[in-house]
């Protein structure tokens, strides 16, 4: 059986575990990271040198970043369905992916780390400010690309998806005021429709 190394409130479980249940695969989660510990052993280095959340292990394949897990876990079990066939669709998919990891993700972390998991006397407000400002330009880029389509690739939810509605979740959730969006605000709506997006991206942050 599949097994994950991970805590179910990291944001890189959360995609994982949305992918594993949305195609219906078993799993067995191991807690690890923040409170779980685990993650500073020689036994979990060996498995990943970085000490981060998830880790994927497959018949003794181990692998680590999570949207790697999900592009192998979608291509191995997935393939036309969330890995599409269509080349240029599924690099749609991949270019959304790689930018909530590269640029959504990053913009928007200093104010949930500050608004989340920092108490009011030890927030950096220049760094949320500056941080919600990010977050305001990447949701705009994301309001006009769904201004026409209902998912990142086109009409249909792809692997794409499962990076972009976590992130999208996390914005949309974090305690400060946003600009309406109503094509990204919808779009979350959509995604979290899904039974497994419902179990796995956990509300309320923390």
């Known amino acids: 059986m599949l097994k994950i190394y991970g805590r179910p409130n990291s944001i890189n479980v959360q995609k994982v ?7 219906g695969l078993s799993y067995d989660l191991v807690l690890a990271g923040r409170q779980h510990g685990h993650v500073d052993t020689p036994e979990y280095r060996k498995m990943n040198p970085n000490g981060l959340v998830p880790v994927l292990v497959d018949d003794g394949f181990v692998l680590w970043e999570s949207n790697a897990i ?8 997935s393939a036309g ?8 669709v599924r690099a ?13 993700g990053p913009a928007i972390g200093p104010a949930f780390y500050n608004l989340v998991r920092q108490p009011e006397d030890a927030r950096d407000h220049a760094a949320v400010s500056a941080s919600q400002k990010k977050g305001e330009a990447c949701a705009a880029i994301l309001e006009k690309w769904l ?9 249909t939810f792809t ?34 429709e899904r039974p497994a997006a419902r179990k796995a991206l956990v509300l309320p942050l923390s």
């Open 147 to 155: 201004g026409d389509r209902p998912y990142v690739s086109g009409e």
């Open 70 to 77: 999900v592009r192998y876990l979608c291509a191995q079990h």
């Open 92 to 104: 749609d998919a991949d270019r959304w992916m790689d930018w909530q990891t590269t640029t959504f």
């Open 159 to 192: 692997m794409g998806d499962i990076a972009i509605g976590a992130i999208v979740l996390r914005w949309l959730n974090l305690p400060l005021e946003r600009t309406p969006a109503p094509n990204v605000e919808a779009y979350c709506a959509r995604i979290m």
């Open 17 to 23: 575990i949305f992918c594993l249940d949305e195609i």
């Open 81 to 88: 369905a969330l890995w599409p066939n269509d080349l240029r």
